[in-house]
């Protein structure tokens, strides 16, 4: 449950850094990757994740963030990461890039899609510089989509917020390593202006602006509801008595 509670403000803490541009649409669904790094603490990493997108307009992509999170559940970690991205055959490949702090108990990484469109997410990979010049990869549980029982999102937190436009599978048509990715399908989102634009595109970076996030998310809850699970690398995801009672690997809208 200390997770579960976690993620309202977790999502405003992902802004800590942001993509080039501004984001137009407040998201229906994100899945965050957590990783844990209290042994690599003054260490440089690099977290990759592939994205194939067709976004039905000019305003529509994806949002990839991170950021570093102590000890206890709120304490976050100002986080001044940095992202570049590189063309692979049709696929972009994000990488956030930066140094783990003393403090750091975890790296969480964020990714959605911001708008309308098909969107594919695959091949993710988080690298450690043990010495100059000189990486090593960390292995992950599940980071090209795999595995699909008894749940397609094992080893991620996700969005459950339910939509009628919004769907969610595993593809074996499209992808980049392995035999599957990630396929987030979205319609019928309307931009957002005023207020809420500046709040989806503010960058928190002491405890007021996070006080406001989370005044704006207590009088706009329909923005911001979330139903997630916690998934345990080690044991398997925890699943819902809906989720569990599913045998198969259909399509899901949310």
């Known amino acids: 449950m200390k997770k579960i509670l976690l993620f309202p403000l977790l999502l405003c803490c992902f802004m800590s850094f942001s993509q080039s541009g501004l984001y137009h649409f407040v998201e229906e669904f994100y899945f965050v990757k ?6 690599y603490h003054g260490k440089q990493f690099r977290y990759e994740i592939a994205v194939k997108a067709d976004p039905s307009d000019t305003l529509s992509k994806v949002r990839i963030h991170g950021i570093a999170s102590g000890k206890g559940k709120d304490d976050f970690i100002k986080s ?14 994000y990488t956030v890039i930066g140094k783990i702090e003393e403090g750091a108990h975890k790296l969480l990484f964020y990714a959605s899609v911001n708008g ?3 969107f594919y997410f695959d091949d993710i990979n988080f690298y450690v510089e043990e010495m ?9 549980y599940n980071p090209s989509f795999e595995i699909s ?14 939509a009628n436009n919004l769907l969610v599978h595993l593809s074996g048509q499209i992808y980049k390593t392995g035999s599957q990715s990630l396929n987030v399908r979205t319609s019928g989102n309307i931009p957002v202006s005023g207020m809420i634009q500046q709040v989806v595109n503010i960058i928190p970076e002491t405890a007021d602006d996070l006080s406001f996030h989370q005044e704006f998310i207590d009088i706009a809850p ?3 509801v979330f139903r997630t699970k916690k998934e345990s ?6 699943l819902s ?3 569990s009672k599913s045998k198969n690997n259909h399509p899901k809208k949310f």
């Open 34 to 39: 957590e990783i844990s790094v209290i042994n």
């Open 149 to 162: 029982k008894p749940d397609i999102f094992a080893g991620y937190y996700v969005s459950k917020r339910r």
């Open 241 to 243: 008595k809906s989720q």
């Open 222 to 224: 329909y923005l911001m």
């Open 116 to 118: 309308n469109g098909d």
């Open 80 to 93: 001044n990461f940095v992202m570049e991205t590189r063309i692979e055959q049709e696929w972009t490949v």
């Open 233 to 238: 690398p080690e044991k398997g995801p925890l």
């Open 132 to 140: 100059k010049a000189r990486w090593k990869q960390v292995p992950l």
